[in-house]
Structures are given as structure tokens and as C-alpha cells.
């Protein structure tokens, strides 16, 4: 079975160096490279069956790439909690962009972002003129847009950084599935297989979240005013993306309602919009529902009236 190796790229901060942890699957040298990027509390095995579709579907010339954003998973903490936010993410993405191309040249990427790994592929690729070391050729947006309702903010602001320790992975794996309940059905295996990452085994025994609680800072900063104000820069991002897009919704989500989804297949990249059935916010691309239009979108489809890199990020 396919295993990522986890690599590490030194990043800096106003607060000083940090470095951010990815895990990268497939030919290391493939010119291909598709980066998939975990939601605010998550980490990048949270791909682990996307990454292994894509890369059987390729035939195994292909570069995925998973990051842990810093502060998660295996990537440092931040000195100062006040940077976690969209332009410290999007500033280490870049580096780790560089990176890759630096250790074989990248004819193009693809992005996979689900809620916030979206919105820093939406900085990334809705920024002008960002020295890329190549295009973003397609971009999936996976239950995010400009418009985040403030309820769902409020909800992920009454656990995040809250977690404890918990005395088994079973116990761990329980209390996130209390919290995540719009993640919709899984199988006890799968399930087990989404939070055995998400935790980290303690000294004295025992398993702790894997994150920096101070990740919570920031949202728990928030003003509703301020996150209305932001609509509009966000807006403007994803108006400049020239990447075909891809917006996959759970019908049931409280953070991307479905007006604002069908907005955004009426301006800026016009992305083509599929719902998901019976999940909310976020679908975790773990079933062939989720996962087989990804493949199909990223890997099988031809592109209508445009040669490779025409629509650079």
C-alpha cells in the first residue's frame, strides 16, 4: 500500500523561523503536484484516501502533497498566536511551493483546500501576480467561499483549543466525533483512520489533540463586523482566480450556504457545484461519493479550449 514520507520546509514569521511539516505521496520527481490543505483544526492525513486514489489513478506519476499548516499536526508551534491567520498560511504555501519545484521541476499544481485550505488556495491563486514557481492549473474549493456564516464560526469557536487528554485513541476519536457531527456517516474504521493523526501520545501516557490550543486565539478575536468587512477582500481574491474550479458543498453545511455557492458559479472562476447529500460542514473525501468526482476533476478531464498553464494561479 502506498505510505507518504514527511518532509519539513523552514518558513519564517514575523515572530521569527518556524518550520511546516508535509507529507508528499508518489514520484517525488513527477511534474504533476496536486497539494491538499486541511481545515482549521485538522492536519494533512486527513487525504490519506484521496492522496492513494490519485496517485493509482495516475499510475504513480504524481506529486501530492499534504501540508500539516503550522501549528498542527508535525509542523511547529507559533511564538506569537496572533499569526495564526490567512497571510502567515499563505506565506509558508509559497515556500513550500518553491520547494517542490526546487527538488524537480513543476509544470503545473492543483489545489485541493477544504474550509480553511481553501481559503489560502483562494490567497494564492486570487493574488495577483504572486512569483509562483508555475501555474495553478485547477483548484478544488471543498465547503468554503468569500461569504462565512458568522454561526458557524461561533460553533467552531466554542471547542476549538478546548481539548484535553484523553486516556485512549477510542476516547479521543468519541469526543471529535461529538464535535463533528456535520462530517456526516462513517464507518468505525473510517473514523478511527481520521482521528489516529489528529492526536498525539503524551509522556505520562495518554493521547492529547494535536494542535497549538493558541490556534483558537484569533477566531475567538473575531468580530462579527470584521468578518463582514472581510467578504468583500474575499470576494475580490476569488473574482482574480483563473484556475478551473471545482466547489464541492455538503447540503447540510453551516458555514457556505447554498446562495453563496451559487454565486460562486456566477462570477469569478464560475465554479462548476456539486452538493453533497446528507453532510454538512465538512465533507472529509473519504467515500467514493466525495472522493471519485476529485479524481475525475483533477486527473480525467479534458480541458475545453485552453492549452496546459493558459490559466495560471
Same mark, same amino acid.
Given at each position: 500500500?502506498?505510505?507518504?514520507?514527511?518532509?519539513?520546509?523552514?518558513?519564517?514569521?514575523?515572530?521569527?523561523?518556524?518550520?511546516?511539516?508535509?507529507?508528499?505521496?508518489? =514520484? %517525488?520527481? *513527477? $511534474?504533476?503536484?496536486?497539494?491538499?490543505?486541511? !481545515?482549521? /483544526?485538522?492536519? &494533512?492525513?486527513?487525504?490519506?484516501?484521496?492522496?492513494?486514489?490519485?496517485?493509482?489513478?495516475?499510475?504513480?506519476?504524481?506529486?501530492?502533497?499534504?501540508?500539516?499548516?503550522?501549528?498542527?499536526?508535525?509542523?511547529?508551534?507559533?511564538?506569537?498566536?496572533?499569526?495564526?491567520?490567512?497571510?502567515?498560511?499563505?506565506?509558508?504555501?509559497?515556500?513550500?511551493?518553491?520547494?517542490? =519545484? %526546487?527538488? *524537480? $521541476?513543476?509544470?503545473?499544481?492543483?489545489?485541493? !483546500?477544504? /474550509?480553511?485550505? &481553501?481559503?489560502?488556495?483562494?490567497?494564492?491563486?486570487?493574488?495577483?501576480?504572486?512569483?509562483?514557481?508555475?501555474?495553478?492549473?485547477?483548484?478544488?474549493?471543498?465547503?468554503?467561499?468569500?461569504?462565512?456564516?458568522?454561526?458557524?464560526?461561533?460553533?467552531?469557536?466554542?471547542?476549538?483549543?478546548?481539548?484535553?487528554?484523553?486516556?485512549?485513541?477510542?476516547?479521543?476519536?468519541?469526543?471529535?466525533? *461529538?464535535?463533528?457531527?456535520?462530517?456526516?456517516?462513517?464507518?468505525?474504521?473510517?473514523?478511527?483512520?481520521?482521528?489516529?493523526?489528529?492526536?498525539?501520545?503524551?509522556?505520562?501516557?495518554?493521547?492529547?489533540?494535536?494542535?497549538?490550543?493558541?490556534?483558537?486565539?484569533?477566531?475567538?478575536?473575531?468580530?462579527?463586523?470584521?468578518?463582514?468587512?472581510?467578504?468583500?477582500?474575499?470576494?475580490?481574491?476569488?473574482?482574480?482566480?483563473?484556475?478551473?474550479?471545482?466547489?464541492?458543498?455538503?447540503?447540510?453545511?453551516?458555514?457556505?450556504?447554498?446562495?453563496?455557492?451559487?454565486?460562486?458559479?456566477?462570477?469569478?472562476?464560475?465554479?462548476?457545484?456539486?452538493?453533497?447529500?446528507?453532510?454538512?460542514?465538512?465533507?472529509?473525501?473519504?467515500?467514493?461519493?466525495?472522493?471519485?468526482?476529485?479524481?475525475?476533476?483533477?486527473?480525467?478531464?479534458?480541458?475545453?479550449?485552453?492549452?496546459?498553464?493558459?490559466?495560471?494561479?
Amino acid at each position: 500500500m502506498t505510505e507518504p514520507r514527511l518532509h519539513h520546509v523552514n518558513c519564517q514569521s514575523a515572530a521569527g523561523p518556524h518550520r511546516m511539516a508535509y507529507w508528499l505521496w508518489g =514520484d %517525488a520527481q *513527477a $511534474p504533476q503536484v496536486v497539494v491538499c490543505v486541511h !481545515g482549521l /483544526s485538522r492536519q &494533512g492525513r486527513d487525504f490519506d484516501v484521496l492522496a492513494r486514489r490519485l496517485v493509482d489513478a495516475a499510475g504513480g506519476t504524481l506529486r501530492v502533497a499534504c501540508p500539516d499548516v503550522v501549528g498542527r499536526g508535525h509542523s511547529d508551534w507559533l511564538r506569537d498566536p496572533s499569526l495564526y491567520q490567512l497571510p502567515t498560511y499563505a506565506s509558508d504555501m509559497l515556500v513550500l511551493l518553491t520547494a517542490l =519545484d %526546487a527538488a *524537480a $521541476p513543476v509544470a503545473w499544481f492543483d489545489w485541493v !483546500g477544504t /474550509s480553511m485550505g &481553501g481559503l489560502i488556495g483562494m490567497a494564492v491563486c486570487g493574488t495577483p501576480h504572486l512569483p509562483l514557481p508555475a501555474p495553478v492549473r485547477r483548484l478544488v474549493l471543498n465547503d468554503v467561499g468569500p461569504v462565512i456564516q458568522w454561526q458557524a464560526l461561533q460553533r467552531i469557536g466554542s471547542y476549538l483549543g478546548q481539548g484535553g487528554r484523553y486516556d485512549t485513541l477510542q476516547h479521543a476519536a468519541d469526543a471529535m466525533a *461529538a464535535i463533528s457531527v456535520g462530517f456526516g456517516p462513517h464507518s468505525r474504521e473510517q473514523w478511527l483512520a481520521l482521528s489516529q493523526p489528529m492526536v498525539r501520545a503524551l509522556p505520562e501516557g495518554g493521547f492529547a489533540l494535536h494542535y497549538d490550543p493558541a490556534i483558537a486565539q484569533p477566531l475567538r478575536a473575531l468580530r462579527q463586523e470584521d468578518a463582514a468587512q472581510g467578504e468583500a477582500a474575499l470576494w475580490a481574491l476569488y473574482d482574480q482566480i483563473r484556475a478551473e474550479t471545482l466547489l464541492l458543498r455538503g447540503t447540510e453545511s453551516d458555514l457556505l450556504s447554498h446562495e453563496t455557492a451559487l454565486a460562486m458559479t456566477q462570477r469569478g472562476p464560475r465554479a462548476r457545484l456539486i452538493e453533497i447529500p446528507g453532510v454538512g460542514h465538512a465533507p472529509t473525501l473519504v467515500t467514493p461519493q466525495q472522493v471519485n468526482p476529485l479524481v475525475d476533476f483533477l486527473l480525467h478531464e479534458e480541458r475545453k479550449h485552453e492549452k496546459p498553464g493558459e490559466r495560471g494561479g
